[in-house]
């Protein structure tokens, strides 16, 4: 009985070990190769982070192949908006990119609800007249931090009140 126990921990450790050396051999060309691994598209869209591709983690690859897929289905009109808004992005300072990371944040982790009724809001907004949007920026830009805090009161009082 012991022999049987020694001779399959023996086998355990030596499939342990084959799977970890196959791992290590077989990942490093794929990691090597995995910019190649993207199609040319792909490629012509994440340029700017070639260089940096090796080192960057997992999850922010993925992601950029999701932005690389998503870019491939945009007309040539959205794709347009979308290097607008990379370069209004880029030309930030690095504070406001943090405050507006945090904001996303903080979105994300409201419930889904409140992220629907702020994306009705929104919509509701940019379908307003260009005329209408400005008069109601420059209001909101005006107001003092205790105007603002009022405004944004009554507004969840009026929406506890539906």
């Known amino acids: 009985m012991k022999s049987n126990l020694t001779l399959r921990d ?17 990942s490093l060309p794929l990691e090597a190769q995995e910019w190649e691994a993207l199609d040319e598209e792909q490629q012509a869209v994440l340029a700017a982070v070639k260089e940096r591709w090796p080192d960057l983690p997992e999850e922010k690859k993925a992601r950029l192949r999701k932005v690389a897929e998503r870019w491939k289905s945009m007309t040539p009109e959205q794709q347009g908006r979308a ?7 880029r030309e930030l300072e690095p504070e406001q990119r943090a405050a507006l ?16 009724r702020i994306r009705r809001q929104f919509q509701r ?7 209408r949007k400005k008069v109601l920026r420059e209001r909101w830009q005006n107001m003092s931090d205790e105007q603002r805090q009022r405004v944004r009161e009554r507004a969840k009082a009026r929406r506890s009140r539906e």
């Open 10 to 26: 023996a086998s355990i450790h030596r499939h342990f070990i084959l799977m970890l050396v196959s791992i290590l051999c077989f």
């Open 83 to 89: 290097r607008e808004r990379f370069q209004k992005w």
């Open 101 to 116: 990371r945090e904001r996303v944040r903080k979105f994300r982790e409201l419930p889904e609800e409140d992220r629907q």
């Open 125 to 131: 907004f940019q379908s307003l007249p260009e005329s």
